[in-house]
Structures are given as structure tokens and as C-alpha cells.
């Protein structure tokens, strides 16, 4: 199962896989709040539902992927509860997830990410075997990301990027670059997202 798959962008590489898709397909695309899609299109799903009460059977799957989800969820332990209660025995749990993020899907959009401790603790109540945890690029690159982001913030929120604007994000990038090839594990202190591959045991 796909949970939270939107526009099931992931059918197209499990052709082998008896795939199943759920999301709450509210989500539209619409919005002038924070990074918005402009469409979004729902109609691909086969389970239309809250994350925290998927209608199948107990151990219904054998593996559950639920990608850049949580975020969107008032209540995430409830879904981590729910993926496990539709989770078979020995099936395998991948999850990724922001460590840090601006503003998107508005209104649904609930924290801004989560770490690898929410993870550990939470999926070894559970009793989960963590076989993958990793982050998702470090500080310096998570840096550089925003810095590139600075145009267009600055036109939609400040009114204005000028030359002067370009030479230092270009200066700031440099940097930031140099940096990062020295890298030594910053990402513990900010990366893009984390990467979660686990077992129920």
C-alpha cells in the first residue's frame, strides 16, 4: 500500500506489485498560502480515506511505502498505528519524511518535519526492527537549497530581487559548496528529509 499517495506517482514502477493507493483526496492543488502545486489531481486512487482509519483487514499488506506524508497529518503517532495495524507480520515499513520544511499543501500542512529520534522511539514501541535510517542531504546543502529559494520568496514576499541580491546568493552558494565538501555530519543537525526502512517483527 501507497498511504498518502496523491497523484500515485509510484504505480508506474510497481507493475510487479499488487499496488494499492490511499490518501484523503481533499488536497486540490489550490491555495495562495505558503509553496502550493496549482492542481493536484486525486481521481487515481483506490482508497479514499483518513490515514488514521484505513477501511481493509487487519495485516491486509505486506509491505506499506507512505513518502513525505506525516507532515500533512494533525496527528502522526495515529497513522504510524494505523500503517502498523494494516501491516502483516515480517512486512516492511518504508517511510520518508522532511527533517525541515517551508510551507506547502496549506492548509494541510502540519509540522514543518520530523526526526530520527520520532522514528526510533515511536517504531520501537511498536517493536519494529529499524534495518535503514538516513538523512537526506546535510546542513550546508540544506542551506544552499533555501538560498536558491531567496529570488523567488523575495519577489512574492519582499516585493524585489535585485543585482546586488544576485551577487551575494552567488557568493553565499560558493561557500556554502566549499563547505559542504568538508562535510562532517552535519546532517544530524539539519538535512532535507529522513529515510526510514523497518520490519515488523
Known amino acids: ?48 480515506s483518513d490515514i488514521t482509519s484505513i ?13 513525505e506524508v ?34 506547502h ?8 518535519g520530523l526526526s530520527r529520534f520520532f522514528f526510533e522511539h515511536h517504531l520501537g514501541q511498536m517493536g519494529y526492527e529499524i534495518l535503514e535510517l538516513k538523512h537526506n542531504g546535510n546542513y550546508f546543502e540544506f542551506l544552499a537549497q533555501e538560498v536558491r529559494r531567496v529570488k523567488r520568496v523575495a519577489k512574492q514576499y519582499s516585493g ?10 552567488h557568493l553565499q552558494l560558493f561557500s556554502l559548496e566549499k563547505l559542504s565538501r568538508k562535510n562532517r555530519n552535519s546532517e544530524e543537525l539539519l538535512c532535507y528529509n529522513i529515510f526510514v526502512f523497518a520490519r515488523k517483527k
Open 1 to 48: 500500500m501507497d498511504a498518502g499517495a496523491g497523484e500515485c506517482k509510484f504505480r508506474k514502477y510497481c507493475p510487479h506489485l499488487n499496488y494499492v493507493s490511499q490518501d484523503f483526496g481533499q488536497y486540490d492543488g489550490s491555495g495562495n498560502i505558503g509553496m502550493q502545486e496549482g492542481s493536484w489531481d486525486n481521481s487515481k486512487l483506490d482508497i479514499v
Open 55 to 67: 477501511p481493509v483487514a487487519d495485516a491486509n499488506f505486506d509491505a506499506v511505502m507512505c513518502t
Open 70 to 103: 506525516l507532515e500533512h497529518v494533525p496527528d502522526p503517532v495515529a497513522a504510524l498505528k494505523e500503517l502498523n495495524r494494516v501491516l502483516r507480520k515480517d512486512g516492511y515499513l518504508l517511510i520518508t519524511v522532511p527533517f525541515a520544511s517551508l510551507t
Open 105 to 112: 499543501f496549506a492548509p494541510y500542512h502540519f509540522a514543518s
Open 160 to 169: 524585489g530581487y535585485n543585482f546586488l541580491d544576485k551577487i551575494f546568493t
